[in-house]
């Protein structure tokens, strides 16, 4: 089984932790795809590895094809998410 140590907690859902993850991502069409995609998992109409690799797969083909298509736009604002990769470029480039 694969387990994960991360905060001081330990899982052993993998696929838990990697659909978490995916809702962080700033485009809203990603976000209601991926809510429909967790919608027909919930309903047990999907079904996806333990380890969320099929998952991972099926996002990032949806991500290339945004990408490709010119459909990949940030539109969720995220201050929060801005303010951490601006603070991020302002230390990297010694601006802070």
């Known amino acids: 089984m694969y387990e994960l140590n991360a905060a001081g907690e330990t899982t052993n859902d993998l696929l838990e932790n990697l ?6 991502a700033p485009d809203s069409n990603f976000q ?9 998992w919930s309903m047990r109409k999907l079904d996806w590895k333990q380890d969320g690799s099929d998952l991972m797969e099926e996002a990032e ?13 940030r539109k969720t604002y995220r201050p ?11 230390m990297m480039n010694g601006l802070r």
Do not use: C, G, P
């Open 61 to 73: 083909i949806y991500y290339k094809e945004a990408m490709n298509n010119h459909r990949w736009v």
């Open 80 to 90: 929060d998410v801005q303010y951490a990769f601006k603070s991020t470029y302002l």
């Open 19 to 24: 659909i978490e993850a995916l809702k962080e």
């Open 32 to 40: 209601r795809w991926l809510s429909n995609q967790v919608d027909l």
